[in-house]
């Protein structure tokens, strides 16, 4: 099972960026996808979730009401809609997804299956 983001680059403050997460192999797997992200010198951070079926979804407080996390499962395609990016976004963000269904368990210990990551600097 291969992830694979695309999508990040260098943005102004304010500005919006989609990211996107590819998924092949054997992603029926998958029931929960995530979207997580590591600035430097700290650690893996949750950004968000979304179920199977794109009925639920969990946010970290830091990004609520300016990043909208999506699915496309015909496609195998996840994304991240991020608005209004500040500078404290900037950070590789990594696309994962888990064969579990909590929507709940939110470290990224849950998750079995990880992509490389995509950088997103913010910088004016």
């Known amino acids: 099972v291969d992830l694979v983001e695309s999508g990040g680059g260098l943005v102004e403050p304010g500005v919006s960026l989609r990211l996107s997460c590819a998924a092949s192999?054997?992603?029926?797997?998958?029931?929960?996808m995530g979207w997580f992200r590591q600035a430097p010198g700290q650690e893996r951070e949750f950004v968000a979730a979304?179920?199977?079926?794109?009925?639920?979804?969990e946010y970290a407080d830091s990004v609520k009401g300016r990043f909208t996390i999506s699915r496309d499962n015909a496609k195998n395609t996840m994304f991240l809609q991020m608005n209004n990016l500040k500078h404290e976004d900037t950070a590789v963000y990594f696309c994962?997804?888990?064969?579990?269904?909590?929507?709940?368990?939110?470290?990224?210990?849950?998750?079995?299956?990880w992509g490389h990551g995509t950088l997103v600097p913010v910088s004016s």
């Open positions: 192999g054997r992603p029926f797997r998958f029931n929960v």
């Open positions: 994962a997804a888990r064969k579990g269904f909590s929507m709940a368990e939110v470290a990224s210990t849950y998750y079995e299956y």
């Open positions: 979304i179920s199977r079926t794109g009925d639920r979804t």
